[in-house]
Nanobody, 118 residues
């Protein structure tokens, strides 16, 4: 099983980006999908999470600007980011609770860099 995050880039303050997190491999079901971010010199912090039924939670720092969604049929999670601020600059990681035929465990994607210029 692999988790691939993509969609990061350089954007001006006020702009938007959409991150994707694709799970591939011998997957029976993807349960919770979560996004975290880690700024330079900082600890990794929770950004948003979405359950299989679509119920979601978003960190206060991004509430009203970021939206998490998913496509269960394609094993993809998304993070729509709008009204970006320089303080949103970080490496964004996706994490997913994956059920395979053999086991169930959390997987991490490799991270995608988001840089917001002022």
């Amino acid at each position: 099983v692999q988790l691939q995050a993509s969609g990061g880039g350089l954007v001006q303050a006020g702009g938007s980006l959409r991150l994707s997190c694709v799970a591939s491999g011998d997957i029976v079901r993807v349960n919770d999908v979560r996004w975290y971010r880690q700024g330079a010199g900082e600890q990794r912090k929770f950004v948003a999470a979405i359950a299989r039924d679509g119920s979601a939670a978003v960190a206060d720092a991004v509430k009203g600007r970021f939206t998490i969604s998913r496509d269960n049929s394609k094993h993809i999670g998304y993070l729509e980011m709008s009204r970006l601020k320089p303080e949103d600059t970080a490496v964004y990681y996706c994490n997913a609770d994956v059920q395979t035929r053999a086991f169930r465990r959390d997987f991490w994607g490799q991270g995608t860099q988001v840089t917001v210029s002022s």
